[in-house]
């Protein structure tokens, strides 16, 4: 596999950042037709080709063109790691030498690919080792699209054939989607585009801490599923533990929520709730959460609490994740317990650390809560 770094000056256009609408404005603007826009992404996204000499249903001279004009500038993969469960990870470097991770689990009716959006995190939820990094800037579409278009290829090396299909995409690696608005938008169009990667609407989940304004915006603008990360039934303990819960309270978060889907969709909410020993797991716990969820069709998500080095929280005893699922389970929640995949290869939730540069001085970048509707445009 060939890779080319990122690089920011270079003056080509990289053709991974382009949506399959955005690719035939291009060409329009070239004076070609808007066919070969549409030819051109469904070999980049579908059959994943790398070279333009392999497009052979362009022409001769269409193809030199697009050599004269554009590139395929993807990030380089710095490690491989393939856990004995079959859990893949990436660590990807990007041209600034800030790193990112991408996951591929495979399970037996289907394969999830859990990719990032921003190098770090601002949020700093004390509980996940991306917010420890900080946050050091968004990624482009071209970054976002490249893990999927990435990870499809290096899953066709090792298994050749239909062994491995990446049928899911979840945005639950490094990174807050909804502070990165644009290009997670922008990318979720391209996997769920037919001559990109067909996926379903059911099956490409944004998952957020609670950025309350944004959701409206990716219920306007895209279709896929929502995920929340929810971790506490009420403020006093959500504002410990999800800091920007202090800005977006669970009465906004859950209208957002009651919002986000028209009633008779097929669609529902998923929660996720990290079970935390002795903080967010006692039953009496388990039944206000059972009342908060009980106003909207939705199903939670137990996430047993990933260790890593310096993590102040150790995880709910089995029993007491138990009990919990039973409790909600019992009220009429759909409870499913999250299990933990490529722990070998620290892969699993809330583990992804990547290389996260440092900006400016030596401190983290970590926003105050006040001011995180200003990340977009860092
Ligand atoms: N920023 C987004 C998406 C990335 S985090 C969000 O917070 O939703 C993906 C999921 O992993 C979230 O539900 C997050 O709360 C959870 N998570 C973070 N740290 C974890 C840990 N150490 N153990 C288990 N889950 C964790
Ligand atoms: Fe950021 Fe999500 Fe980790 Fe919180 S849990 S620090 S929002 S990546």
Partial sequence: ?????????????????????ALCQLLISWGETPYRGKQLFQAIHQQGITDISEITTLSKAFREKLREKTAFQWPSIIKE???????????????????IETVFIPEATRGTLCISSQVGCALNCQFCSTGQQG?????????????????????????PGQQRIISNVVFMGMGEPLLNL??????????????????????????????????????????????ISLHAANDELRNKLVLINRKYPLSSLMQACRNFF????RHVVMFEY????????????????SRLLSTLPCKLN????????GASYTCSTPQAIEQFKQLLTQKGIHTTVRKTRG????????????????????APIRIPVDQITNIEST
């Fill in 274 to 289: 990290v079970m935390l020993h002795g903080i967010n797991d006692s039953l009496a716990q388990a039944k206000q959460l």
């Fill in 182 to 227: 644009n290009p997670v938008i922008a990318s979720t169009r391209m996997m769920l585009d037919d001559l990109g990667y067909g996926l379903s609407k059911y099956r490409v989940t944004v998952s957020t801490s609670g950025i309350v304004p944004a959701m409206q915006r990716l219920k306007d603008e895209t279709e896929v599923s929502l995920a």
């Fill in 1 to 21: 596999m060939r890779d080319y770094l990122l690089n920011m000056s270079n003056p080509l256009i990289n053709l991974l950042d382009y949506d399959r609408e």
């Fill in 302 to 309: 137990l996430i047993p609490f990933n260790p890593f080095p």
């Fill in 135 to 159: 946050f050091n800037r968004n990624l482009t579409r071209a970054e976002i699209i490249s893990q999927l278009w990435i990870a499809k290829q290096r899953l066709q090396i090792h298994y």
């Fill in 81 to 99: 790691q393939r856990s004995k469960d079959g859990t893949c990870k990436w660590i990807l470097s990007l041209a600034d030498s800030n790193c």
């Fill in 343 to 362: 722990d070998d290869i620290d892969a699993a939730c809330g583990q992804l650390v990547g290389n996260v540069l440092q900006r400016k001085g030596t």
């Fill in 262 to 265: 028209p009633p008779d969709s």
